[in-house]
């Protein structure tokens, strides 16, 4: 076929002369630029280069635990209803509309120091019901009439700001994230790479403009340690493990922390609170696919706790 400015204009002409294909295309331009306004441009990232596995049986994981100092801590509350965080919660049961824990969690690695597990709410919590949300979050907090408060001090008035090494997360929504922003700009912030999507740079805009210092976990080789398909050995010491557990978000990581006073299973949102976890019911999740993985992480949590009984459980926001 020739091809020709001319035959190119009348082949744009023709696709244009039906309506809906020239709604659908202002339509998919006016998304695309919206899209491009809106989603920040990725983090620099750098990969968190984790240890090689030391230790492929958790029996044996839990035997040799390494002194961590974990620090469960509260740093916030949100008021809502706690059925829209699961996939199919029942009409009816008693802690339905029970304000929920915003929680992070520090660690102290003979080591490697310092390091904290998720932000909870900024400093500005304390105040406001949208704190330092951006503007879309902020839309979102009004439309669905949530509640967060801060009536403790925040993260960073808990722990040495400066000393800090570091900050794993559990995945990026804003009730994780927030309270980084009082952090010094270049720590390191540690996440499931697959976290890093349109979805967690969309809810955290403005926060990954503001801090520098982004990496992420690869969980591309990590090892397979029933009940878990894909566990990374943090440090490779068999000290603290990053645990993919994905469908609540699309990198969601619990994590272990193998304390000498007592291991601690950090389940974040693939478990929101207890009645969820003791019946069952997993998080809600974008997507039929992601729904599904949230139910198997689930079951990969409930199985460990009733394997290891005596590893503590820490719910995500109870
Ligand atoms: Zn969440």
Redesign the pocket.
């Given at each position: 076929m020739h091809l020709s400015f001319q035959s190119l204009t009348d082949a744009v002409k023709r696709f244009f002369r039906r309506p809906v294909r020239a709604v659908l295309f202002a339509m998919a331009v006016a998304f695309l630029l919206l899209a491009w306004l809106f989603i920040p441009p990725s983090p620099a990232l750098t990969e968190f280069k984790v240890g090689t596995v030391s230790n492929k049986g958790w029996t044996s994981v839990l035997n040799h635990p390494v002194d961590l100092n974990v620090q469960v801590l509260r740093v916030g509350a949100i008021q809502m209803d706690r059925n829209s965080l699961l996939q199919q919660g029942p009409q009816d049961w008693s802690e339905r509309y029970a304000a929920l824990a915003v929680k992070a969690y520090v660690f102290e690695h003979p080591n490697y120091g310092l390091f904290a597990i998720d932000a909870g709410f900024h400093r500005s919590f304390a105040d406001q019901n949208e704190g330092n949300y951006n503007g879309l979050m902020r839309v979102m907090v009004k439309l669905s009439n949530i509640e967060n408060s801060l009536t403790t001090p925040a993260l960073d008035a808990l722990i040495p700001v400066n000393t800090l090494k570091g900050m794993f997360l559990t995945?990026l929504?804003p009730d994780?994230t927030s309270g980084i922003e009082s952090f010094p700009a270049d720590m390191p912030v540690i996440a499931d790479v697959r976290e890093y999507d349109w979805l967690g740079k969309l809810i955290n805009t403005d926060l990954l403009e503001k801090h520098r210092h982004w990496q992420y976990l690869s969980f591309e080789h990590a090892a397979s340690i029933a009940p878990f398909n894909e566990v990374l050995d943090v440090f490779g010491d068999g000290s603290v493990w990053a645990l993919s557990t994905r469908g609540?978000?699309a990198g969601h990581v619990s994590y272990l922390l193998n304390d000498t006073k007592g291991a601690v299973l950090v389940t974040g949102?693939a478990s929101h609170f207890g009645f969820g976890f003791h019946q069952r019911l997993a998080p809600a999740a974008p997507g039929e696919t992601n729904k599904q993985f949230a139910r198997q992480s689930l079951n990969a949590l409930v199985s460990f706790a009733e394997q290891f009984p005596q590893v503590r459980v820490e719910l995500g926001h109870e």
């Open positions: 995945h929504h994780h609540h978000s949102d």
